[in-house]
């Protein structure tokens, strides 16, 4: 069946760098992507989403990037803070999500 | 505030017995869902419902029934059947069923553990 999934598991940034997450899909009539963060214990939270007519979108120190000829989305999140440590998940539509990365950040 | 609130937080159940979770929203949302989350894995639709009176299976619906008599309603109930129920459980809204989510809030969430 179609799939959306995450490359890495785990990734560890210092406070202040940036952190980039991957994720790629396998449908290629996807043509919505959201971004979601999830806290320990807590419900996901809505970071950013993006249409299949745009490469690129911003928002507030988040950019995510969409390459449809390789069918894989990013999200970078600029200046890392110790706020931003929790699971991020990219989703196709809202029903079909990656297993998530987790991101730590370190001082 | 508006917004979609789950409870309880923490729930506790005896093997064999079955529990109903509650998702309640205050978002006038036509679309709800419930998910299922196991550590270290993505989210798992069990079942979702487009508007009112209306429901459909999502991927792994078996041993979880679900009713949506109300707008803002949409309880999910793990009963006996289900093998592995100890999970965290999450429900969603959305304004409608669309492709385009605008809008997709979740609950925070029940930690559910069958001993």
């Known amino acids: 069946g179609e799939s959306v999934g995450l490359h890495l598991p785990t990734l560890s940034v210092q406070e202040g760098d940036n952190s980039i997450i991957n994720c790629a899909y396998s449908?290629?009539?996807?043509?919505?992507f959201i971004w979601y963060k999830q806290e320990s214990g807590k419900g996901p939270q809505f970071i950013i989403d993006?249409?299949?007519?745009?490469d690129k979108r911003q928002g507030q120190r988040v950019t995510v990037l969409l390459n449809k000829t390789v069918k894989h989305l990013s999200l970078q999140i600029a200046a890392t803070q110790p706020g931003d440590s929790a699971v991020y998940f990219c989703a196709e539509w809202a029903l079909i999500f990656g297993t998530g990365t987790r991101l730590q950040v370190f001082p | 505030d508006g917004g979609i609130t789950q409870s309880p937080k923490y729930l506790f159940r005896k093997e064999g017995q079955n529990v109903t979770l509650s998702c309640e929203q205050n978002l006038n949302h036509d679309a709800m869902y419930w998910y299922r989350q196991d550590p270290g894995q993505g989210l798992r639709l069990i079942y979702y419902?487009?508007?009112?009176?209306?429901?459909q299976k999502g991927d792994i619906a078996e041993g979880y029934s679900v009713s949506r008599e109300k707008k803002e309603s949409f309880p999910l109930t793990v009963t006996s059947a289900q093998k592995n129920p100890t999970a965290f459980y999450l429900c969603a809204s959305s304004p409608a069923w669309s492709r385009a989510n605008y809008g997709y809030t979740f609950g925070s969430g029940t930690r559910l553990t069958v001993v």
């Open positions: 993006i249409r299949s007519n745009m």
């Open positions: 449908n290629s009539a996807s043509d919505y």
């Open positions: 419902s487009q508007i009112v009176n209306d429901f």
